[in-house]
């Protein structure tokens, strides 16, 4: 699987993003899907998920109720809309994709065997 994150940019405080992953493969929708993020000088961190079957959506302690996990099977596409963005919010984002990964473990970047490159959102306050 070959992921491609794009929508990032630059935006106000309290502002949206809508982030997309693009990925290349059959069985796009088979993988548990994440998105991190990493800002200078701080570990990856984890922002939403879906589960392998899509039933089940996770999210970070510090955007419940901000960003939205969405996919779209028929694109193999997973998006964030993120909402009410703010200044801490600013990191790269990076989708990661994996086709084994059980709930229990879908929080953990080091669990995920695809990544994305990465697209970087800045928010300014």
């Known amino acids: 699987v070959q992921l491609q994150a794009s929508g990032g940019g630059l935006v106000q405080a309290g502002g949206s993003l809508r982030l997309s992953c693009a990925a290349s493969?059959?069985?796009?929708?088979?993988?548990?899907m994440g998105w991190f993020r990493q800002s200078p000088g701080k570990e990856r961190e984890f922002v939403a998920a879906?589960?392998?079957?899509?039933?089940?959506?996770y999210y970070g302690d510090s955007v419940k109720g901000r960003f939205t996990i969405s996919r779209d099977n028929a694109k193999n596409t997973v998006y964030l809309q993120m909402n009410s963005l703010k200044p801490e919010d600013t990191a790269v984002y990076y989708c990661?994709?994996?086709?084994?990964?059980?709930?229990?473990?879908?929080?953990?970047?080091?669990?995920?065997?695809?990544w994305g490159q990465g697209t970087e959102v800045t928010v300014s306050s």
């Open positions: 990661a994709a994996d086709p084994r990964l059980i709930s229990s473990s879908i929080t953990g970047w080091d669990e995920y065997d695809y």
């Open positions: 493969g059959r069985t796009f929708s088979r993988y548990a």
């Open positions: 879906f589960s392998r079957s899509g039933g089940s959506t």
